[in-house]
């Protein structure tokens, strides 16, 4: 089974530009989380999706966004970009919404110039 | 809000010393614990899991952890480490799925580094 992918892997842009972050699920797997990841932050959650649905929201401005398809493929946007914003995007799916096991996929490593 | 704490930031053995990294939670209901590691280079991988069941789970590599309830904690132990070893690890908690809180369900620790000298 193939595990989760993420695209594009690296991305340079410039402050104030947007930015789509693509993320494809294992197959089967109906929920997909976002965490971004810094050397100081560690670990930080952006969102989850299930079924199309926004189930939490981490405590990101407005700039950060999210979409699910039915087919459980994510994107995440981020506008207006900050130089703060470099940081490796991860995405996770499991089965289910909660309760079982993410598996994360390689991540997008953006860096704001 | 909650909380996973890693209490060593970077770690250094030599080969065949053993390993214990310490993870404590916030968290006062029921919780399922998980340790993932990061190569370098690498994505992050489950290393293990508790769900419920024997306190005591063993996962990939050798690797094992022990859940204390009455200490919120879930130490993640390895008998002698080898310089494949080498990586970030992070302790996880999962909160029950209508807990709903702006952190998500799945709580990561700020890891801890792991460095394997042959």
Known sequence: KAGVTQTPRYLIKTRGQQVTLSCSPISGHRSVSWYQQTPGQGLQFLFEYFSETQRNKGNFPGRFSGRQFSNS???????????????????????EASGYEQYFGPGTRLTVT | AQSVSQHNHHVILSEAASLELGCNYSYGGTVNLFWYVQYPGQHLQLLLKYFSGDPLVKGIK??????????????????????SDTAEYF?????????????GNLIFGKGTKLSVKP
Do not use: H
């Open chain 1, 73 to 95: 493929r994510s994107e995440m946007n981020v506008s207006t970009l900050e130089l703060g914003d470099s940081a490796l995007y991860l995405c996770a799916s499991s089965l």
């Open chain 2, 62 to 83: 050798g690797f094992e952890a022990e859940f204390i309830k009455s200490k919120f904690s879930f130490n993640l132990r390895k008998p002698s480490v080898q310089w």
């Open chain 2, 91 to 103: 302790c996880a908690v999962n909160l029950p799925w209508n807990y709903g809180g702006s952190q």
